[in-house]
Nanobody, 126 residues
Framework: QVQVAESGGGLVQAGGSLTLSCAASGLTYSSYIMTWFRQAPGKEREFVAGIPRYGQSTTYADSVKGRFTVSRDNSNHRAYLRMNILKPEDTAVYYC???????????????????WGQGTQVTVSS
């Protein structure tokens, strides 16, 4: 059974930094995409950043380019999201998702992802 768990969320002031972690278990291979989404109250879930198997071509939403960095460690099935220069509009529940059917192409549509974590809250105060 595949499980995904996020950690590292919290309350931070605008301009600050946080690093989120995603741990996947129950997978015996690393040929999958790991992606971060977020959902703010009253809004749809949106793509944040994704990383293919070997991290060769990461993809970012325009709103976080230059501020967020996604990475992964295939040896322990983990992904990370380093968030710098945080803004109040970054406040949301952040989810880690796995696309087990692809290993090189990051897709931004939530529907293609088959495994999701419970989410971790990030709150940025002004």
């Amino acid at each position: 059974q595949v499980q995904v768990a996020e950690s590292g969320g919290g309350l931070v002031q605008a301009g600050g930094s946080l690093t989120l972690s995603c741990a996947a278990s129950g997978l015996t291979y690393s040929s999958y995409i790991m992606t971060w989404f977020r959902q703010a109250p009253g809004k749809e879930r949106e793509f944040v950043a994704g990383i293919p198997r070997y991290g060769q071509s990461t993809t970012y939403a325009d709103s976080v380019k230059g501020r967020f960095t996604v990475s992964r460690d295939n040896s322990n099935h983990r992904a990370y999201l380093r968030m710098n220069i945080l803004k109040p509009e970054d406040t949301a529940v952040y989810y880690c998702a796995i696309d087990s059917r692809r290993s090189t192409m990051v897709l931004t549509t939530p529907a293609v992802y088959d495994y999701w974590g419970q989410g971790t809250q990030v709150t940025v105060s002004s």
